[in-house]
T-cell receptor, first 114, second 116 residues
Framework: GENVEQHPSTLSVQEGDSAVIKCTYSDSASNYFPWYKQELGKRPQLIIDIRSNVGEKKDQRIAVTLNKTAKHFSLHITETQPEDSAVYFCAASGGGTSYGKLTFGQGTILTVHP | NAGVTQTPKFRVLKTGQSMTLLCAQDMNHEYMYWYRQDPGMGLRLIHYSVGEGTTAKGEVPDGYNVSRLKKQNFLLGLESAAPSQTSVYFC???????????????FGQGTRLTVV
């Protein structure tokens, strides 16, 4: 089945710096790659997603890149702010016989220091 | 429009007891999921469903059963609770577009379960 690996597990940056989180996936049939942000005690919420027919997507300070050949995708946050501090999860959703299955990475704790 | 609602929000069980967690969504989503979240382990998929009457195993299905008798509800059962099942449980749902491709998953507020 699908396996999603996420790195790093913790990331500490100064306010205004950029943050990059990387994920790899194992199932070449996966076709949907979302990123979620989870604040302490809250439910995960989608911040950006990308489909397998697109290489990059941006939304203000957040961008995601996808390399289908290498089976990895990354989240880029520019001009970080203290309110960006949270746990970030990548995920991959399968195609083929695993269509609909949504597998998450282990999460990255991002801390932005003022 | 309530989104995804989980019942109950908190529960304490004794080892060996059984219980059912209910997930209800009002968005007419085809796909539904049950995850458990433990510190440092991320969100691990227990079971999922791609439509009414269908279920499939995720990464950590042992000790759990599920049912999806109605499209809007996805039930997670623990037949004989164990301390290792102490966790926060999240339900989620999403809809599919052409070809079964997934879209944004919406999560419930979580259920904190403690097994003593």
């Amino acid at each position: 089945g699908e396996n999603v690996e996420q790195h790093p597990s913790t990331l500490s940056v100064q306010e205004g710096d950029s943050a990059v989180i990387k994920c790899t996936y194992s199932d070449s049939a996966s076709n949907y790659f979302p990123w979620y942000k989870q604040e302490l005690g809250k439910r995960p919420q989608l911040i950006i997603d990308i489909r397998s027919n697109v290489g990059e997507k941006k939304d203000q300070r957040i961008a995601v890149t996808l390399n289908k050949t290498a089976k990895h995708f990354s989240l880029h946050i520019t001009e970080t702010q203290p309110e960006d501090s949270a746990v970030y999860f990548c995920a991959a959703s399968g195609g083929g016989t695993s269509y609909g299955k949504l597998t998450f990475g282990q999460g990255t704790i991002l801390t932005v220091h003022p | 429009n309530a989104g995804v609602t989980q019942t109950p929000k908190f529960r304490v069980l004794k080892t060996g007891q059984s219980m059912t967690l209910l997930c209800a969504q009002d968005m007419n989503h085809e796909y539904m999921y049950w995850y458990r979240q433990d510190p440092g382990m991320g969100l691990r998929l227990i079971h999922y469903s791609v439509g009414e009457g269908t279920t499939a195993k995720g990464e950590v299905p042992d000790g759990y059963n599920v049912s999806r008798l109605k499209k809007q509800n996805f039930l997670l059962g623990l037949e004989s609770a164990a301390p290792s099942q102490t966790s926060v449980y999240f339900c989620a749902s999403s809809y599919s577009i052409r070809g079964g491709v997934n879209t944004e998953a919406f999560f419930g507020q979580g259920t904190r379960l403690t097994v003593v």
